[in-house]
Nanobody
Framework: QVRLVESGGGLVQPGGSLRLSCAAS????????MSWYRQAPGKERELVAT????????NYADSAKGRFTISRDNAKNSVYLQMNSLKPEDTAVYYC??????????????WGQGTQVTVSS
């Protein structure tokens, strides 16, 4: 059974930082790229960042470039998102999912509970 557990969100002031974590189980983690997505109230879920199987390639949404860094630890079946210089428009619930390659859609139809990020003064 696939399980994706996101954590690390919280309330942070504009300009602050957070590090999100996603612990994956129920599939062979090192066979897949991994992506972070986010969904703000009233908006569709959007892709934030993707990392390849061994971490050698990454892609970022324009909104995340230069501020966010995605990384992974295959020994821990985990993927991370370091978010710096946070803005109010980054407020959303953040999710992770597996992908078959950079630019491909999420693999698993069942999502984790997500982790709430709120950027506000």
């Amino acid at each position: 059974q696939v399980r994706l557990v996101e954590s690390g969100g919280g309330l942070v002031q504009p300009g602050g930082s957070l590090r999100l974590s996603c612990a994956a189980s129920g599939f062979t983690f090192s066979n897949y790229g991994m992506s972070w997505y986010r969904q703000a109230p009233g908006k569709e879920r959007e892709l934030v960042a993707t990392i390849s199987i061994y971490g050698g390639n990454t892609n970022y949404a324009d909104s995340a470039k230069g501020r966010f860094t995605i990384s992974r630890d295959n020994a821990k079946n985990s993927v991370y998102l370091q978010m710096n210089s946070l803005k109010p428009e980054d407020t959303a619930v953040y999710y992770c999912n597996a992908v078959r390659s950079l630019g491909s859609p999420p693999v698993f139809g069942s999502w984790g509970q997500g982790t709430q990020v709120t950027v506000s003064s």
